[in-house]
């Protein structure tokens, strides 16, 4: 009646998994949960955090999605010092960019750096889609 497996870091900010220690190694919970629910991950694909939380691995907030899709929902870096996704200061105007396809996209120069924030914003929306995180 206790909990599987142990907190693991990951290394990548404070992101954290549950890993759980079977016969075969270790294995991460969210597969595990994945798997037991929907069977084999396909080749190529990732389980991913809905809300970026690696510990919630409750099946509503599992999805499949490549690495791009997984990039795609990440939080805002720690280093990030404007404090906004794809939002930075060029030491004249704030600069809003994207990552699509494997390449920055630069989605212009504003004066402010909400209106760099609501360029993002809306390239984000309309080319991840489902995988747009904002912040």
């Given at each position: 009646?206790?909990?599987?497996?142990?907190?693991?870091g990951?290394?990548?900010?404070?992101?954290?998994?549950?890993?759980?220690?079977?016969?075969s190694?270790?294995?991460?919970?969210?597969?595990?949960?994945?798997?037991?629910?929907?069977?084999?991950?396909?080749?190529?694909?990732?389980?991913?955090?809905?809300?970026?939380?690696?510990?919630?691995?409750?099946?509503?907030?599992?999805?499949?999605?490549?690495?791009?899709?997984?990039?795609?929902?990440?939080?805002?870096r720690?280093?990030?010092?404007?404090?906004?996704?794809?939002?930075?200061?060029?030491?004249?105007?704030?600069?809003?960019?994207?990552?699509?396809?494997?390449?920055?996209?630069?989605?212009?120069?504003?004066?402010?750096?909400?209106?760099?924030?609501?360029?993002?914003?809306?390239?984000?929306?309309?080319?991840?889609?489902?995988?747009?995180?904002?912040?």
């Open positions: 009646n206790k909990p599987a497996g142990c907190v693991h990951h290394g990548y900010g404070n992101s954290s998994r549950i890993r759980i220690t079977l016969a190694g270790p294995v991460y919970a969210h597969k595990v949960a994945w798997e037991m629910t929907n069977g084999p991950i396909p080749e190529g694909m990732f389980v991913d955090h809905k809300d970026c939380n690696g510990l919630n691995n409750r099946i509503d907030n599992l999805r499949l999605a490549t690495h791009a899709q997984n990039c795609m929902n990440r939080r805002t720690k280093d990030n010092t404007s404090g906004l996704k794809g939002v930075s200061w060029n030491g004249f105007t704030w600069s809003a960019q994207i990552r699509v396809n494997g390449k920055n996209k630069v989605l212009g120069r504003y004066r402010s750096k909400g209106m760099a924030a609501v360029a993002y914003a809306k390239a984000a929306l309309q080319l991840h889609g489902q995988f747009a995180r904002l912040q």
